[in-house]
């Protein structure tokens, strides 16, 4: 059986193969990280801490919102923000050490601690010797997009780890990158006292979307907080100002030359796979476009494979972890000489959008990717005021659609940007990776009230086949 080393064994992608093959019986595991203090990318600086600062400015934006509360209204402490977070934290990153370390523990497992180098095809570096395992599987995550724009070396700038570390914030800010981690922090520094100036390449934002939940989006955002999206604009150059803040230079939607100020520069403009390090020059691996296959292997190399954030492919927690399964079954498959497994999955995003109060999913088709697909469908879409229960939680602005099969009546899709929206999207994946008739799901009141918005949907749908 093979010796298999995983390279970033500390992240979910990494730690899913890790777990999966330990089991194995005559699998030799060599699980190398370097991570200080260690515990993958979601566990600190991505998905968890971020919803534990969204809460708290998610609190005071629903005192201040509704009306029928009186008194002072309590500012977002930051210090006792970031103090609480950095407990949680922790406490989450102990244990997915402590999982590793276990495994460790093992006969047929080691953990190094250190940084892992290719010297050649398959022979790697580490802890001050070199080794040569049957299979790699690369799981290192990925590290903050930089673009490169004049300037940008000359100004400082605060990525979206620097905000969730954060105990003060300034009065005024820029903000470059408008995708899923500036959806879900803008709304946090403008609830904390900035002022935004936003930079949006598009129409609108939430490009898997369709057009009217960007719009609702942006209507949201400039009617709750102190937030200016520029539209159809695209940023040109940087200068650091004397006193510290930031001068942006852009041209707009008819190609007029703009110029805005502030005390800082947001960066949220996305990530890219962590291989620096790696030495990939010395060996037959090119992480170019398409570099990783549907089986997880690397292209120029079968007995590679790449998982997570590190290929490039779709930064999602739970698609890292699949793709870490998929890899460690594929890598047992191909050592046997049996047939290797595809992954696929639907489409399942959900952005914490609107401090997580009004929060967008994305589950399957959406009206936009059926018809690119040539299907033939019925699409039916719902405002969250047709229902009277999001009105007396006072969060009453948002909607809903689904996309169902006009033949079968199958679910193919739905999106939500509406309060509980993220929870809705688990119902919804089942009902799209099962295939249901829209017409056999049960409609009937139930507790919580709030998937009202659903019964409507399917009611809707369904009266549409007939």
Not at 105 to 114: A, I, K, L
Not at 127 to 146: F, H, K, M, Q, W
Not at 321 to 329: H, L, N, P, R, S
Request: include cysteine; charged fraction near 30%; proline fraction near 4%.
């Amino acid at each position: 059986m093979p010796h298999v080393a995983i390279i970033g064994a500390y992240g979910s992608a990494g730690a899913a193969v890790a777990g999966e093959l330990a089991d194995e019986p005559g699998v030799e595991l060599t699980l190398v990280d370097d991570g200080e203090p260690g515990g993958g990318l979601c566990i600190l600086r991505g998905c968890m801490p971020s919803k534990e600062v969204l809460s708290a400015g998610a609190h005071r934006f629903q005192a201040r919102h509704d009306h029928r509360l009186v008194g002072d209204l309590p500012d977002v402490d930051l210090e006792r923000v970031v103090a609480t977070k950095d407990e949680h934290v922790s406490s989450f990153a102990e244990h997915r050490r402590s999982s590793i370390h276990e495994l460790a523990e093992r006969e047929n497992v080691e953990f190094v601690h250190d940084t892992a180098r290719f010297v050649d095809d398959r022979v790697i570096a580490v802890g001050g010797e070199t080794i040569e395992p049957d299979y790699v599987v690369i799981a290192t995550g990925s590290v903050l997009n930089v673009p490169e724009l004049p300037g940008m070396e000359d100004v400082s700038f605060m990525s979206s780890a620097d905000v969730l570390d954060a105990t003060d914030l300034p009065d005024s800010g820029l903000v470059m990158g408008f995708g899923y981690i500036g959806m879900e922090l803008v709304p946090y520094i403008a609830e904390a006292g900035t002022s935004l100036t936003v930079v949006e390449h598009d129409d609108r934002p939430i490009d898997e979307a369709d057009a009217p939940f960007g719009d609702a989006a942006l209507d949201i955002y400039e009617d709750n907080w102190d937030i200016d999206v520029l539209r159809n604009t695209h940023e040109k150059r940087l200068e650091q100002m004397d006193d510290g803040g930031v001068r942006l230079y852009v041209t707009d939607e008819d190609g007029d030359e703009q110029v805005h100020e502030a005390d800082e520069l947001f960066l949220f403009t996305g990530r890219h796979p962590n291989l620096d390090s790696l030495d990939l020059s010395n060996t037959a691996l090119d992480p170019e476009a398409d570099w990783v296959e549907d089986t997880m292997q690397a292209r120029d190399d079968e007995r590679v494979f790449v998982v997570g954030d590190a290929n490039g492919r779709e930064p999602i927690l739970h698609v890292a972890k699949e793709q870490g399964f998929t890899a460690a079954d594929n890598v047992l498959a191909h050592d046997r000489g049996e047939a290797l497994t595809h992954y696929e999955n639907v489409h399942h995003h959900v952005i914490f959008s609107g401090l997580g109060v009004y929060p967008f999913a994305r589950v399957g088709h959406s009206k936009e990717s059926a018809e690119a697909a040539g299907l033939d469908f019925v699409h039916v879409s719902r405002e969250a005021s047709d229902d009277g229960v999001f009105k007396t939680k006072d969060v009453p602005e948002g909607l809903a659609s689904l996309v169902v099969d006009a033949d079968d009546g199958t679910v193919l899709g739905y999106q939500g940007l509406h309060y509980h929206a993220d929870v809705m999207a688990k119902t919804m994946q089942l009902a799209v990776e099962m295939g249901l008739d829209v017409r056999e799901v049960p409609d009937r009141s139930y507790h919580p009230t709030t998937p009202e918005i659903l019964d409507g949907l399917f009611r809707e749908a369904a009266d549409s086949l007939e």
